[in-house]
């Protein structure tokens, strides 16, 4: 029988009861293989999560900013310290890569120091008051209890940009991960726990999200929601935030682009396309799923692209020469290969891919073949709506004009780029491109911790993470002004 793990609430796992419900943990690359079984969240369970978060929170929020940056510090050490096994557990449950498994561990230890050191910083400021004698100045204070819904994609990554920061500012967490990477969220709790973060000040509740979402934008202890996912959930969870008058924080779904100009570097455009539609099997939400190409070298980026993607090889996380691995689950795989038939039948022209790969290994896992469409219609299905797998949609542009409109036309807005050696196209573009993180010369995905983290249009509730774009979520502002006492 595999191990079974509970929730951890109020600074120790829960010991279920009877009638506790458990959800398999698959191994994508081989699905029969369960890397463990994980308790599935009640609404009573949030209920006891979010109670335990509120009775921490006095204490937490007491503490001298410096001393609640000393926990960080030590909880990147201690991450640092089990970079390999947590980068291993993390690639058999997600799927992609070793190398990048541990990169984005190596990533969460950074983002955990760089919060550290902002409880450093000025809280607040010193304005100038029209009564002369007075001292007229703000601080900014803990929102509250911070209930943080991620997802599974960056199962390190995504929650530590949010717990880092909520907790540096001195609020307490109620944090529910993906049901299909609850592992890598039992280490996060182990070195939060280790480290020696006071009991219920940081929570982990597991399970479907379903199950305990009423529960966590409707509890009146719960002040903040911060969600990374579907437009659909995210756009359910704000309406629920916003008539129980919660402050909430949505990133939602992107159907990112490149442009590609006739003065490009053609391999660097190639090479940066490739690398931003199919590293982790596409599913980021800053993954590159457009391509929009000028004419003049429309065919000669197709021919390099297409010898390019042939090279890739698809497998388990463990193989070296794995450029991709799998998706995360059956049903995804099911998901995207149905919608690249759907857009085939539609009348959309497959180039490469698309069709479910053969082979003893590929039957035991959710495999999907890096796949690209060409002379793609831009008011298509799988122009419009976002497939979040290793598919790649080309356009022809006529001018920087269309491309622009073209990019332009998605209801999300996330993140761009383009690729050309014009300063005056780069400016256009930055200023033109209706999306909220821009890219010249680089790939549509990632960005730096110390960097504002969010998109525009469908893609986020106008807010911003990671950086200190933070701090706004996760404080509030106190206005105090002194007088004199009269003498």
Request: charged content about 20%.
């Amino acid at each position: 029988m595999s191990e079974r793990y509970s929730h951890y609430l109020g600074g120790g796992w829960e010991t279920p009861g009877e009638t506790a419900n458990f959800l398999p943990n698959r191994n994508p690359a081989r699905l029969s293989e369960v890397l463990g079984e994980f308790q599935n969240g009640t609404s009573e369970d949030a209920t006891k999560a979010i109670e335990a978060a509120h009775k921490a929170l006095a204490g937490w929020a007491a503490l001298p900013a410096p001393s609640r940056g000393e926990f960080l510090r030590k909880a990147a050490d201690l991450l640092a310290a089990r970079v390999d096994h947590v980068a291993k557990d993390l690639m058999l449950e997600e799927g992609k890569s070793l190398p990048e498994a541990k990169g984005e561990t190596m990533r969460g230890v950074a983002i955990l120091r760089y919060y550290a050191a902002q409880t450093l910083l000025p809280d607040g400021e010193v304005i100038p008051s029209a009564t002369a004698g007075t001292l007229f100045f703000t601080r900014r204070i803990p929102v509250g209890v911070c209930a943080l819904i991620t997802p599974w994609n960056f199962p390190i990554a995504i929650p530590l940009w949010k717990a880092a920061p909520a907790l540096a500012f001195g609020n307490t967490v109620v944090m529910k991960p993906s049901e299909h990477s609850p592992l890598t969220a039992h280490h996060l709790a182990e070195v939060f726990h280790e480290a020696g973060l006071p009991a219920g000040v940081f929570n982990v509740l597991y399970g479907e999200g379903a199950r305990v979402g009423e529960t966590l934008t409707t509890h009146p202890a719960v002040n903040a929601l911060s969600f990374t996912g579907s437009a659909k959930t995210g756009k359910w969870l704000g309406s629920q935030c916003s008539a129980n008058g919660k402050k909430y924080q949505l990133e939602m779904g992107g159907k990112n682009a490149v442009i590609v100009l006739p003065d490009a570097d053609l391999e660097q455009a190639v090479n940066l396309t490739v690398q931003g539609a199919f590293k982790s099997a596409g599913q980021k939400c800053t993954a590159t799923s457009r391509a929009i190409i000028h004419e003049d070298v429309y065919q000669s980026f197709v021919n390099h692209l297409v010898e390019k993607v042939h090279t890739l090889k698809v497998g388990a996380g463990d193989e070296a020469d794995a450029y991709l691995g799998p998706v995360i689950s059956e049903a995804a795989r099911d998901n995207i290969l149905k919608a690249i038939r759907e857009a085939a039948e539609a009348g959309s022209t497959l180039l490469c891919g698309g069709k479910p790969l053969e082979g003893a290994k590929y039957d035991l896992g959710a495999y999907v073949p890096p796949t690209v469409f060409w002379d793609v219609d831009p008011d298509a299905k799988i122009a419009k709506e976002e497939v979040f797998g290793p598919v790649l949609c080309l356009f022809r542009a006529k001018s920087e004009e269309e491309a622009l409109e073209i990019l332009n036309s998605s209801e999300y807005g996330l993140s761009a780029s383009i690729f050309t050696k014009s300063l005056n196209s780069a400016l256009r573009f930055a200023e033109k491109a209706q999306v909220g993180m821009v890219r010249v010369n680089g790939e549509t995905a990632g960005v730096e911790p110390q960097a504002p983290f969010g998109g525009m249009k469908g893609s986020s509730s106008y807010s911003r993470e990671q950086g200190m774009a933070a701090r706004d979520f996760y404080t509030q502002i106190k206005t105090i002004a002194i007088e004199a006492a009269a003498e």
